[in-house]
């Protein structure tokens, strides 16, 4: 009866957690059907429905948050003990899972983890490419990428990458029907290129700096996107200014195919760094990563930036 339970609360958490059958399924290696039976033999045992189910989406119910919240972050505990345990393998192992945006992934994570995964072949990296504000304790993330200015001061936190500016740019065909433009304000004059935030859902200010001045601009286009890569290629189509830091352009501004604007107004910044939680063992796979992806000298994360003032937004056409 106690492996039977066992077992069949872990189905119920991770089908509460992935609020989907089909993925919890998958993840658990099991049929659906197996997974559907197990949860209703558990919800009949403790006689009380843990999740409500419709069509199109499986939650917890009351009686099933609670018991979530219970017990959940100890199959969390148990996993990482059993992670624990290949300390005492002659190779580290374990999975490692890490959220990043894209850019970042291919141009720092990969190419230093490279040579660490040819090395340790039972080390495995799971990434996720996202460029939001990802909860990686909630969503059970061993680290993250950020910009080094906009890490949680709970957070370890170590320099992958140098400093960062941001680049105003379009491409020559676009500046040749518009004049560029000579301070951010001006932008409010021309075919922007937009980020939706994908942490808080609003659009993003342009945030420019000179000297002891700092400038938040609202522009307009008819372009909205919430990752760079399709910013990128509108800008490069003639569609309009984007904003993003530098390397999200890779070599379009050197090859001439973008063109820099408002430079003396993109100060730098924080690279990336890689942040997690402070943990007293960490996994040596999760070590292992760590170090590979460690820049030979350190640094501190920046402080956090100051209040800027704010461009209005530009009148309605």
């Known amino acids: 009866m106690v492996k039977n ?8 958490v991770t089908v509460a957690r992935e609020r989907s059958f089909t993925r919890a ?36 119910t009351a009686a099933g948050e609670r018991l979530l919240n219970a017990i959940g972050h100890r199959f969390d505990e148990i996993t990482a003990e059993l992670d624990l345990l290949t300390a005492l393998r002659d190779k580290p192992a374990g999975t490692v899972r890490i959220t990043a945006g894209e850019q970042v992934i291919r141009g720092i994570l990969l190419p230093r983890l490279t040579p660490l995964l040819k090395d340790y072949p039972d080390i495995r990296v799971e990434f996720d490419i996202n460029y939001g504000f990802r909860d990686i304790v909630a969503d059970r ?48 004059h021309h075919t922007c290129i937009n980020l939706r935030l994908q942490s808080a859902g609003g659009l993003y200010a342009w945030e420019f700096e000179r000297g ?6 609202r522009v307009e286009g008819q372009l909205v996107f919430n990752t760079p890569p399709g ?45 997690y939680p402070s943990r007293r063992q960490p996994s040596p796979a999760f070590s292992l990563v760590v170090n590979a992806l460690r820049l030979p000298a350190g640094g501190a994360v920046g402080p956090a930036a100051t209040p800027a003032d704010t461009i209005p937004d530009p009148p309605p056409s």
């Open 25 to 60: 399924a998958s993840l658990l290696g099991v049929t659906q059907s197996a997974l559907s039976q197990a949860i209703r033999g558990l919800e009949a045992r403790l006689e009380i429905r843990l999740l409500t189910r419709t069509t199109r989406s499986v939650s917890p």
């Open 141 to 188: 993330f061993d680290a993250g990428v950020r910009l080094g200015d906009t890490i949680d001061r709970d957070m370890i936190a170590l320099p992958i990458g140098p400093p960062l500016q941001m680049v105003a740019a379009a491409s020559p065909a676009y500046f040749a029907a518009h004049p560029p433009p000579r301070t951010p304000a001006d932008l409010t």
């Open 212 to 217: 002891d001045r700092k400038l938040n601009v």
């Open 5 to 12: 339970n066992l077992k069949d609360l872990l189905y119920f």
């Open 231 to 275: 910013m990128v290629d509108a800008a490069v189509a003639g569609l309009g200014i984007a904003f993003l830091p530098e390397d999200e352009f890779g070599p379009l501004l050197e090859d001439g195919r973008l063109v820099r604007v408002l430079e003396d107004w993109c100060a730098p910044f924080p690279g990336y760094y890689l942040y």
